[in-house]
């Protein structure tokens, strides 16, 4: 079982709105990434969590804030987003160690959109 | 530097036939490669990968890529095309060392299959 799952799969919020996206796996990944996607592009790494602890943020603005209360959940708290944060956003997950076990896996994403 | 080249951005065959996506990679080292597809309002979903064992790599849906280290190149092939593989495709690298988390992305290549 590959399945990773998103909530919600659609959310439309205003710039002063605080939402939240949320990301469960029940692989035993003990790896989980945030990424965003526009339009016809390849999606661009957000946040690395391993072992729940932050390991990479590619400068992402601060009205993103990522959290992971354990080992299955990724949260991405979202306030005061601007219009140019739609997009689709993807939650991913891998095991960790070696070569052949880093596999990321995807789930169906959230599309977010902000008026 | 390590890169990833997709060298069409759009390719259409008929149902039936056969399909080439064709993918190059640029590495100092032994990459891990991967494939993956993206249905329209989708999530990713992989396809296949090569780690470092065989180097042809049988995936899912009947797809195969093989791995030519003296050509740097990763394409993805499949015998006969059916509506279904109708999406975009992904060919990724993983890099060796340092920040293997943040993987390279191609820019896509659009599939249409036409009836």
């Known amino acids: 079982d590959t399945e990773v799952t998103q909530t919600p799969k659609h959310l439309v919020m205003g710039m002063t709105n605080k939402k939240s996206l949320k990301c469960e796996q029940h692989?035993?990944?003990?790896?989980m990434y945030w990424y965003k996607q526009k339009a016809k592009k390849p999606p661009e790494l957000m946040f690395v969590y391993s072992y729940e602890k932050l390991s990479i943020n590619e400068s992402v603005p601060s009205r993103f804030s990522p959290e992971c209360p354990n080992s299955s959940l990724l949260n991405l708290h979202l306030h005061a987003l601007q219009p140019e944060d739609s997009a689709l956003y993807l939650c991913?997950?891998?095991?960790?160690?070696?070569?052949?076990?880093?596999?990321?896996?995807f789930g169906p994403g959230t599309r977010l959109l902000v008026l | 530097a390590q890169s990833v080249t997709q060298l069409d951005s759009h390719v259409s065959v008929s149902e039936g036939t056969p399909v080439l996506l064709r993918c190059n990679y640029s590495s100092s080292y032994s990459p891990s490669l991967f494939w993956y597809v993206q249905h329209p309002n989708k999530g990713l979903q992989l396809l296949l990968k090569y780690t470092s064992a065989a180097t042809l790599v049988k995936g899912i849906n009947g797809f195969e890529a093989e791995f030519k280290k003296s050509e740097t190149s990763f394409h993805l092939t499949k015998p006969s095309a059916h509506m279904s593989d109708a999406a975009e495709y992904f060919c990724v690298v993983r890099p060796y060392g340092g920040n293997n988390r943040k993987l390279i992305w191609g820019l896509g290549t659009s599939l249409a299959v036409n009836p």
């Open positions: 991913a997950s891998s095991q960790e160690g070696g070569r052949d076990r880093e596999t990321q896996y």
């Open positions: 692989m035993g990944h003990r790896a």
